[in-house]
C-alpha cells in the first residue's frame, strides 16, 4: 500500500480473492506494520460480513477508535461522532469482509470521511470483483493462492509431529495430494494439516477420497473441505466448536469465560487425576491447534485470554450448529424455533426479549454486549427460562435481580459483571448447581449473601474490581471446589478469618485485604497454607488500618507466616508496618518472581536483594520512608550485578534515600530500559544504566543531574522540580543525539538550556512547562525534526523568537498556555506549512491573529480558550481550506463577532465543519 498522500478523496485499496486465501491475515500485516502505525494517527478495524448496516458500521469505528463501547443510538449522532475522531487525522481504515454491491451505502458511509486529513486510506478485503470496483479508487490487488509446494510445506508443517515427515513415512504421497487439492488455499492445508496429525493412514485416505472436494470452488469456497476437518473432531470438540457460532464474527473469543460456559453446558466431561478447568483448557487448546482458533492473544505471563475465529470457521461452526446455536438481533423481530437451546442477543431492552416463549427450553442466554438501556431482568423472563445453565446479563444497568432467579435449579453460569447491582437475593443461595458467579467490577455491590456457602459446587466467584464490599460471608472456606477468588477480605468474626483459605485451591490472582484483622497469632495464618498453593501466579498483601500501634506487635510474624509458593510471579507488599521484610523474600526463595511492588512500607530499613531475585523485571517503591540505600552494604546482600534482569524501576516518595549503596564504585544494571524517581529529595547516586531508554526524574536533587550527563542512550527525558536549578548543566542532553522527547516542568529558577538543545537533530517533541525565569527561546531553530512544541506557565516569555523559531519547519501541532505576557505570534511562524493543531489558552494580551494565519495551508485544528482580549479573527481565516474543527472558550468579544448567522465575523468561519463555542457546537456539518 502507498502512503505517499493523495491530495484528493481518500484512497480505497480493495484486496480481493476467495475465502481462506489470506486477505484478513494481509491486512492485519499491512495495520500492524511499524511503518504503518508511526504514519497515520489513528487505526481502525472494522468487521463488517454479509450486512453492510451502516449505522452498526459507524458504531463500530467509533469503538475501534476509542477502546470504548458506543451506546450512541440516534444515526445523526453516531455520525457526528464518527466526524469527531476522523477530523483533523490521518488515518487508516480497514474494512474486512464486505459483501456490500449496493452503491449508495458505501457513498453514505464514505460521506463520514471526508473530513480526514490528507493521506488517509481505506483498505477493504472482499470475496467479490464487483465489490472492489464499487468501492475502490485503485486498481484491486488480486490474491493468488500458494503454490502447490508451499501448500504442501505448510501442510505438513500441521501434520507431522515435528512439522516435517520421516523420508521412509507412507503417508507423503497421500499428504502431497491433499495439500494439491487444497487449490493453494493457506486455510484448508493448515486445518487439514492439524486434523490428520496423529492419525491413521485411513484417516488420511479418507480425506483425499472425500466427495466433499467436488464442491470446492468459487461459488460455496472452501467450507466443504472444512466440514472435513470438523468431522475428524471427537464429539466433545465438535459441541465446543459450534458453541462459538453464539459470538459474533471478529469477536475476541475471552478464553476464561468461554471455558466456563463449556462447563456449565456440560461438554467438558471429568477425567481421572484432571480438573475440569484442566480439560476444558486441552479442548481449548486442541482446538486452537486444530486451526478453528486464531489470533490468540497472551497476558503478561505468556498465557493465552482471548483469541478468535476466522470469518469462514464462523459460517462452519454456524453450520453444523443448525438451529441449536443462534445469535439474533431482536431489532428483526425475530423467530425463535423450538429446537434452540443457545441464544446469544443483541437487545436494548429488556421488554423487547417477549419473543423468548415458554415453551423454550433455552440451556444458554448471552447479553453479548450489554446493553446501558436494560435496568431489570423482569419476573415472568426468568419463570420463562427454568431449563437455563448460563445467563449472561453483564454490562447493564441492573440495580436488582428479582428473587425468582431461585427457580433457575439448573444454572451452573451467571455473568453481572460491569453491572449496577447492589446486593444479590439471598435466593441465589438455593442454585446448588451453581459453578460460575462473575461480578468483575460491580462497583456498587455492597454485598455478598450470607449464605453463600452453600452454594457447595461454586468454583469461580469473581469479585475483582467491587470496591464496596467491606466483608465477605462466613464460611467461604466450605467452598472446597474454589478456584477463582480474586479478593479475600480478613473479617475478625468467626468464619472470616484468613484461615478460611486453607482448604481453598486458588488459581491466577489472590488480593488479601485488611490483614490487620488478624488477631489471634500467626497461627491461623499458616493454616491459610500459601505455602502450597503453587497455582497462584500473583499475591497482594494489604493492611488498611495502620493506626492502631498494637497492630505493630505480631505483623513480622503475620507476614512471615504468609510464606507464598515459590513458584509465585506477582507480589505486591501495601502498608505492611513492620521493621523488615519476610525471609522469603529477603533470601533466594522467590526464584521465578517477575513483578514487585512494595507500597507504604514506611519502617522498613532494608530492601530485597536484586542478586536473590534473578528473574524480576518489573520493580515498584513507594513511600518507604526508612530506607537510606537500595541495596545494603553487607557481603551478603551486594548482588546487583550486569547480570540482573531488571528492566523498569520507580521509586517515589523516599525522603531519606541518598544513594544506590554507601559501597564505593557504581553497580551497572544493563537490562534497565525505564527509570522513574520522583520525591526522593536527598537520592543522588544513580547506577550505570547503558540501556536506559526512558528517564523521568521529579522533584530530586539538582546532583543526580551529574549523573544523567554520563547517560547517551535516552530515547525519552522528563525533568520536574528542580526548584533550585538555573542553568542544564553542562552534557545534560548535548551528548543524547538520539533522543526523541524531552519535557521540562516545574522548573521556577530555570533562566535558559545553556546550549543544550543545539545537538538534538532528531528531536520530535519538546514540552516547557511552569518555567517562569526562562524569557528567551533562542535554541529551538536547531530543532529541525521537531513535531510537537508546547509551552505553559512560561510568563517570562515576552515573545517567541522571530528568526530563530523559522526552522521548525517540520512542526504539526504548537500549543502556547498560560503564557500572561506574549502579546503575539511571531511572524516567522507563517512558514509552518506542515503545522496541523494551534492551540492558544489563557494568553490575555494577545488580543488579535495575524492575516498571514491563512499561510498555514495544513492547519486543521484551532482553539482559541480564555484569551478575553482577543477582539476578532483575520479576514485570511477563509483561505483555511483544511481547517475542520475550530473551539472557542471564554474570549467574550470573540463570541460576539462569531455568533452564527448574526454576527458582523461570522462570515470567515461559517466554511469550518465543527465548530465549539463555551463547549457545545454551534456548527457539525455532516
Known sequence: MDLSDDPGDVSVFPIVGMGGLGKTTLAKLVYNDKSVEEHFERRIWVCVSEEFDVKKIMKAVVESATGNRCDLLEMETIHRRVQELMTRKRFLLVLDDVWNEDHEKWDRLKNSMRHGSVGSKVLVTTRSEKVALIMGTVSPYHLKGLSDENCWLLFQKRAFKNGKPEETSNLIAIGKEIARKCKGVPLAAKALGSSLALKRKDDWLNVRNSEMWKFMGEEVGILPVLRLSYRNLPSHLKQCFAYCSLFPKDYKIKKENLIHLWMAEGFIQPTRGKQLEAVANECFDELLCRSFFQNAAKDSNGDIVECEMHHLLHDLAKSVAGNACLMLDVCQQPIIPSDTRHLSVLCNETKKMKFIRDNLKLRSLLLLFGQQKIAKVPHNLIMRMKCLRALDISSTRIKKLSKSVGALKHLRYLNLSHSHIKKLPDTICSLYNLETLLLLQCIRLEKLPDDLRKLINLRHLNIYGCGLLSKLPNGIGELTSLKTLPTFIVGREIGCGISELKSLDLHGELKITNLENVRNGVGSVKDANLKDKRHIHSLKFIWEDVADVSLRENVDGVIEALQPSSELKKLTIENYMGSKFPSWLMNHYLTNLVELSLIKCCRCVQLPSLGKLPLLEFLTIDEMDATMYFCSDSKENTGVADDVSLKRLSLKSMPNLLGWSSAEGRVILSCLKELKVEDAPEFINLPNLPSMECLELIYCREDILMNVTEMTSPSNITLGGFEELVDLPQGLLSNKTGLLSFEIKDCPKLVNFSGELNSLSLLQSLSISNCPNIKCLSELGVLKALKSLAIDRCHGLLSL??????????????????????????????????????????????????????????????????????????????????????????????????????????????????????????????
Open 801 to 926: 523568537p522571530e528568526e530563530e523559531i523559522q526552522g521548525l519547519t517540520s512542526l504539526q501541532h504548537f500549543s502556547l498556555s498560560n503564557c500572561e505576557n506574549i502579546t503575539a505570534l511571531p511572524y516567522t511562524m507563517q512558514q509552518f506549512t506542515n503545522l496541523q493543531t494551534l492551540h492558544i489558552w489563557s494568553c490575555p494580551k494577545v488580543d488579535s491573529l495575524p492575516e498571514w494565519l491563512g499561510n498555514l495551508v495544513s492547519l486543521r485544528e484551532l482553539e482559541l480558550w480564555y484569551c478575553e482580549n482577543l477582539l476578532y479573527l483575520p479576514e485570511s481565516m477563509q483561505g483555511l481550506t483544511a481547517l475542520q474543527f475550530l473551539s472557542i472558550w471564554g474570549c467574550p468579544q470573540l463570541e460576539i463577532h462569531l455568533e452564527k448567522d448574526k454576527g458582523p465575523d461570522w462570515y470567515k468561519i461559517q466554511h469550518i465543519p465543527f465548530i465549539k463555542v463555551n463547549g457545545p457546537y454551534i456548527q457539525a456539518i455532516v
